[in-house]
């Protein structure tokens, strides 16, 4: 796989040089892959907020570099204004921020300081739309007579509507109900399924990250102690919860089967496996 984002020994400091200084990242190293599905897990003030805040220069490194396609993010300006829009960024509770007139005029915002021609404007804003769910009635409606969850899908396309190349999002499904997190998760998957999109998703919950992502890595006290397949990291469940961080209660069940000396295997992370799990243990219990 060829890796679109990286960072190399990247630090950052708050209020460097005052008694309030802070390490939030400590010479960290990163990769996120063309066309991947990856999560990053961590406890409040690990530094997994300040770490994506610098994949698309909201933030600048104290030291370390942040690479986009193999180049410097910091390269030029223009190089910088460039990555903005090629890396989308959703922050948590997203529609804090509408402010437009209309739903259609949030969502052509991010187009329009691209400098699109209207036509394309039009096209990305519908697209748009249509991935996150919302009907054509809907764009000429004031953003502020909808929903909450509307209104997060209204957030959510004006950055899709940019097409980027790398979509990540802070805790997209905060605070919406079960077929809210469940409709949201869905089209983040159908855009980055149609676009080959690299999607980054940002989550405390642990079942969400399991259901959803190829890729975990997990950010702890400024570093990333541990990455790799949902397996692999939730096999490691003393490690995380040392971080302050579980792993799904599927998997927490299985382990503790296996602890009473149940034949089972424990690296089970979804409903879909556990009921595979199972079937194969009753299996081998019919045959002897």
Known sequence: MNAILQTQKLTHIYSAGTPFERVALDAVDFTAYRGEYLGIIGHTGSGKSTLIQHFNGLLRPASGQVLFEGRDIWASKEHTRTVRFQVGLVFQYPEYQLFEE???????FGPKNMRLD???????VRKAAEFVGLKPDVLDKSPFELSGGQKRRVAIAGVIAMEPKVLVLDEPTAGLDPVGVSSILSNIHDYHVANNATVILVSHSMEEVARSVDRLVVVSDALIPLEGTPEYVFSHDAELKSMGLSVPQITRVFHHLREMGVNIDPSVYTIGQAKAVILAALGRKGAV
Do not use: H, N, P
Not at 102 to 108: F, L
Not at 118 to 124: S, T, W
């Open 102 to 108: 209309t739903v259609y005029r949030d969502i052509a």
């Open 118 to 124: 209207g036509k394309e404007i039009d096209r990305r």
